[in-house]
């Protein structure tokens, strides 16, 4: 009996850990960085396809909603999926790359490093990089938020432009339409006249009488 009741303690223990795991697990995915897929999945840069695919199936089965209580873990979840795809992606990678990239570049130039500065290999410096790579893919997405807005309105105008002269044809259409149906109506109006005119001025003259 003994033995059973240490079995039970032992495991609802190791419940408890599990969940303990699964709330640090979420809680750091929504504390990470959204824009950065790096920082999301807990990788580094330059990590292979294949060793995205592995993590992500160990966290995502981790915090899956369905194994967890936490309310957070859809959100988790969903930042996790998100980021699983943008690294899968080589277009979202290579800009994401590139960001971080920049930012390291900034950073050599701001302090007056060189490539091979030993500051460089310090954590104060990953620590400074972190930070400025959030900065450069901030501005990275704000300036790709306005570039959107711009198009969307330019293609409004054109929309809008395209609309007009769609209008206008369609007005012309209708307007020759209603010209066409019409003509019979004009033509016999215009006989009326004519005729009318004519019937008027058959008659006699008077004559002038001559004063004097």
């Not at 697990?25 to 592995?54: C, N, T």
């Not at 981790?62 to 859809?74: C, E, F, M, R, V």
């Not at 690294?87 to 050599?108: F, Q, T, V, Y």
């Amino acid at each position: 009996m003994a033995n059973e009741n240490e079995s039970d303690a032992l495991d609802a223990i190791e419940r408890e850990a599990k969940e303990y795991d699964k709330d640090a697990e979420i809680d750091r995915i929504l504390k990470a960085f959204r824009l950065d897929a790096y920082a999301v999945l807990d990788l580094q840069p330059g990590v292979p396809d294949s060793d995205i695919k592995v993590i992500y199936r160990k966290k995502s089965l981790l915090i899956h909603p369905d194994k967890t209580k936490n309310p957070q873990a859809p959100e988790a979840f969903d930042r996790l999926k998100k980021a699983q795809s943008a690294l899968l992606d080589e277009k979202e990678r290579k800009h994401l790359d590139e960001c971080i990239a920049d930012a390291r570049h900034l950073l050599i130039r701001q302090h007056k490093y060189t490539v091979d500065s030993e500051e460089l290999k310090t954590d104060e410096f990953l620590v400074e990089w972190r930070k400025k790579t959030i900065e450069v893919l901030v501005d990275a997405e704000a300036r790709r938020r306005r570039q959107m807005k711009a198009k969307m309105q330019e293609e409004g105008r054109e929309q809008a432009k395209e609309d007009a002269e769609i209008a206008e044809r369609k007005r012309k259409r209708q307007h020759e339409k209603d010209w066409e149906e019409t003509r019979d109506t004009r033509i016999n109006s215009w006989r009326d006249f004519q005729t009318g005119g004519k019937k008027k001025g058959d008659g006699k003259k008077k004559k002038m009488k001559v004063l004097g």
